[in-house]
């Protein structure tokens, strides 16, 4: 699948990676990919999201705020969920972290795989969600009857997802997902137009 | 209506939507406790037979689930 990546869109899956551990988080997920996508500025997916109105920084805080230390493993909604029923999450978190140490509670790195192909993409470390962004960005450059897919489509893949942790990140600082994707997608046509 | 009415409340609320989230939510942190409990039951020395016995489970059962993973600053006997 990945042949048809682009260099930029494999340097985002790489990328991708490295804002994981950069977060000291086992799984890769949409909000790394995101993350990544805003890391090259140069491409097509950060220059449509700039003119958006996204800053990285805001976003990268952001990421940071809903995957934070405590509420690694479980996030604001099963901390919301647990309050309906009478427990408090962050006093187990507490709790537990006070007999075992930080981070007690999020989710163990998982096991190391040996991969055929090297260890340049381990898919293992993706979520099932970022798995199928990059499913949903090869089925856009299809639809699009692009050969290639770049960090645009990977981004189109992100908004048609839509219930990862980037999209919500994105709706919480304010963005409409169906104008990104409208905008991405004028974007692509301005950009496959030869220079008047 | 105090806070204790109100959590009743919740907790029985008929609902499904808040209260299936409320269970996978609680599914969750179970999962979380019992692997931070297994593994330090495991670092204590304890068999997987006495693990099994304190959860009320079978000794395959919570040997497949919990065998396979790296333990976490522990030793590795089997």
């Known amino acids: 699948m ?13 990328q991708a990676r490295d804002e994981a551990d950069r977060l000291h988080q086992p799984r890769v997920g949409t909000e790394h990919l995101l993350l990544a996508l805003l890391h090259d500025g140069q491409s097509l997916a950060a220059t449509v999201l700039r003119d958006a ?25 099963d901390a919301a969920a647990l309050r ?3 427990i408090d999450l ?25 991969w055929p192909w090297g260890r340049r993409y381990d898919g293992s470390r993706f979520s099932p969600r ?8 090869l089925r856009e450059a299809v639809r699009l009857r692009h050969n290639h ?21 994105l709706t919480r600082a304010g963005l409409d997902l169906v104008d990104l994707r409208r905008r991405v997608l004028d974007a692509v046509r301005t950009a496959a137009r030869p220079a008047a | ?23 996978l939510a609680l599914r ?4 979380r406790l019992e692997r931070v409990q297994v593994d330090n039951a495991r670092r204590q020395g304890w068999s997987w037979q006495e693990i099994a016995d304190a959860l009320e489970v079978s000794k395959q059962g919570v040997h497949k689930k919990h065998a396979g993973r790296p333990a976490v600053n522990g030793t590795r006997e089997e």
């Open chain 1, 149 to 169: 897919i770049g960090t645009e489509h990977i981004l189109l893949g992100l908004l048609r997802e839509g219930n990862g942790l980037a999209a919500v990140t």
């Open chain 1, 2 to 14: 990945f042949e048809r990546f682009t260099r930029r869109a494999r340097a985002v899956v790489v």
């Open chain 1, 84 to 86: 309906e029923i009478g």
């Open chain 1, 90 to 114: 962050a006093a187990v978190v507490a709790r537990v972290e006070e007999s075992f140490g930080p981070g007690a509670l999020d989710d163990p790195p998982p096991a190391p795989r040996r």
């Open chain 2, 1 to 23: 209506m105090s806070s204790a009415t109100e959590l009743a409340a919740a907790a029985g609320s008929t609902d499904p939507r808040v209260g299936l989230r409320a269970v």
């Open chain 1, 130 to 137: 970022a798995k199928k962004v990059l499913e949903l960005a």
């Open chain 1, 53 to 77: 109105g996204v800053r990285i920084d805001d976003l990268r805080s952001r990421v940071e705020q809903a995957t934070g230390p405590g509420s690694r493993a479980l996030d604001d909604a």
């Open chain 2, 28 to 31: 969750r942190l179970l999962d």
